[in-house]
C-alpha cells in the first residue's frame, strides 16, 4: 500500500513540475518575443530620430556627413535612404 501511494505522490509531482515548466516556457517565450519588437508608430519614430547623436535609441539614423557621404558606396547610401541599418561597407 505505501509503494502505490508512493508511486502516486511522485506521479503527482513528476506532472506539476512538467506543468510548471510548460507554463514558464510559454511565459519567457512570449516576453522575448515583445522585447525584441520595434516601434512603428510615427510619433515614437520622429522622437528617436530627434534624440541627441551618440545616444542608443534603437532606431537607426543615417550620417549625412558630406565627409561620410563622399565615401560610402551606392549600396550603401541606398540602405540608409530606405531607413535600414547598412550591411555594406
Excluded: C, K, Y
Excluded at 508512493?6 to 516576453?31: D, E, K, N, Q, T
Excluded at 512603428?40 to 547623436?53: E, F, K, L
Excluded at 542608443?56 to 530606405?82: K, W
Aim: aromatic share 2%; charged share 15%.
Amino acid at each position: 500500500m505505501t509503494t502505490i501511494r508512493r508511486s502516486i505522490l511522485a506521479i503527482l509531482v513528476g506532472g506539476a513540475m512538467l506543468a510548471g515548466a510548460v507554463v514558464g516556457a510559454i511565459g519567457f517565450s512570449g516576453i522575448a518575443a515583445n522585447a525584441a519588437s520595434t516601434p512603428t508608430g510615427g510619433a515614437a519614430r520622429n522622437a528617436d530620430a530627434t534624440a541627441a547623436p551618440g545616444t542608443a535609441t534603437g532606431v537607426f539614423v543615417s550620417n549625412e556627413d558630406p565627409a561620410h557621404e563622399a565615401t560610402e558606396s551606392a549600396e550603401r547610401e541606398a540602405q540608409e535612404e530606405a531607413g535600414q541599418r547598412p550591411a555594406v561597407p
